[in-house]
């Protein structure tokens, strides 16, 4: 999972054995240049892998959410909503 992360700016929040979450992106380079002008990958997320052993296998979910804290998503809810749906996507991908 974090291999997809690999060429973003990443970092590792919580990672046990049923849970891993990744934050992504950044705050400060949304605040200052614009969500609206800056490359997806640089909005920030949270993405949270969650494990479920049972007898007749895992089951994995994935979610991937907005990181923004405070304020409008002006000219950039389109954008974060192809992220994240790339982010689980992508995720799901490299699960199978």
Request: glycine fraction near 12%.
């Amino acid at each position: 999972m974090l291999t997809w992360f690999r060429p973003y700016s990443h970092r590792v929040v919580v990672d046990t054995l049923d849970r891993l979450e990744v934050v992504s992106g950044s705050q400060a380079k949304m605040r200052i240049i614009g969500g609206a002008f800056i490359a997806a990958s640089s909005l920030p997320t949270r993405t949270a892998v969650t494990i479920d052993a049972g007898a007749a296998g895992s089951r994995v979910g994935v979610s991937a959410r907005d990181a923004v804290g405070f304020g409008l998503k002006t000219g950039m809810k389109r954008k974060y909503e192809q992220w994240v749906a790339s982010i689980v996507d992508g995720i799901g991908a490299a699960l199978t």
